[in-house]
């Protein structure tokens, strides 16, 4: 099942009652509205002036809703997350903690191989030279030691926009605010599932910044960054004004829980693939597989 994405940009006061998220505004003339808690995957808060009740909030939590806030700036800042996301949690935080470094140096060439087969197969469907790309996902090394993530990445995003001068810098010039966003979104939808799954989003397989308390989250993206990439591209391909993050472009990225990707052979919406996914490391983490199961762009 699709779970619903909400929005909320506007001041709103939200509260439960029946299983049912109730919403009412602040201006007289706007209706009240009621949405069952269970058909909601995702809530982004976006507006200062908004009011969410703590019997609404545990009710998220066990539905296992992502509850997502945003900065000054309108991008997510913050993701709450249960403290239980799995019955056999402690069980699979062992595993996770017990996983050795060879293990995880596999892990980082088969994330950092994927992630390069798609950022190719996007330039090759846009018309664009995608050759380079495929051979570097197939030169990659455990732990990609010659670091071709990096190097991958530079090469596509000089070559998938057309805007003079374009590199991927979080506070560079446009599309980066629509990129910024997007992956925002994403590493929410990565985190969620890698709680439920059963396993610490900070403990990761390559990032270990201590600072940073999604460092798996960020390992386990990677691949499905170009779903978003070939998202803005379409948005700036429409030949919309990108310089401001607007309310559309807004709703438009936060359809990508529902993207279909390509993982296993078969279609899926993005957040059911990313718990496949996420599934699938815990099955590497505890022994029973050595590869994890990636999407691939449709």
Request: proline share 6%; glycine share 4%; with cysteine.
């Amino acid at each position: 099942m699709i779970k619903r994405t909400l929005f909320f940009g506007n001041p709103a006061y939200l509260s439960t009652k029946n299983e049912q998220l109730v919403i009412n505004f602040p201006e007289k003339e706007k209706t009240a509205k009621n949405i069952p808690i269970e058909d909601i995957g995702y809530i982004v808060l976006e507006h200062p002036q908004i009011t969410i009740t703590n019997g609404l909030l545990m009710k998220l939590i066990y539905n296992k809703t992502a509850v997502i806030t945003c900065d000054r700036q309108h991008l997510p800042c913050s993701f709450l997350q249960p403290l239980v996301g799995h019955t056999e949690q402690t069980v699979r935080y062992r595993h996770q903690l017990d996983a050795s470094i060879p293990l995880k140096k596999q892990l980082w060439q088969q994330t950092v191989m994927v992630k390069i087969a798609n950022q190719a197969q996007h330039l090759k469907r846009l018309g664009r030279n995608s050759l380079k790309l495929e051979r570097w996902s197939r030169e990659v090394k455990s732990g990609d030691t010659q670091n071709h993530e990096a190097i991958a990445a530079a090469y596509y995003f000089q070559h998938l926009f057309p805007i003079k001068d374009f590199s991927r810098n979080q506070k560079g010039i446009p599309p980066n605010n629509l990129l910024n966003y997007g992956y925002a979104i994403l590493r929410a939808i990565t985190a969620r599932a890698i709680v439920s799954s059963g396993m610490l989003p900070s403990v990761g397989i390559f990032h270990h910044n201590k600072y940073n308390a999604f460092s798996l989250a960020d390992d386990v993206m990677e691949p499905y960054r170009p779903c978003v990439d070939k998202l803005v591209y379409e948005l700036v391909d429409t030949g919309a004004n990108i310089t401001e993050l607007t309310m559309p472009l807004k709703s438009e990225l936060l359809q990508i829980p529902a993207m279909d990707v390509v993982i296993d052979g078969k279609k899926s919406p993005l957040m059911n693939a990313m718990s496949r996914t996420t599934n699938s490391l815990y099955e590497c983490f505890y022994g029973s597989s050595r590869k994890i199961l990636y999407p691939s762009l449709v």
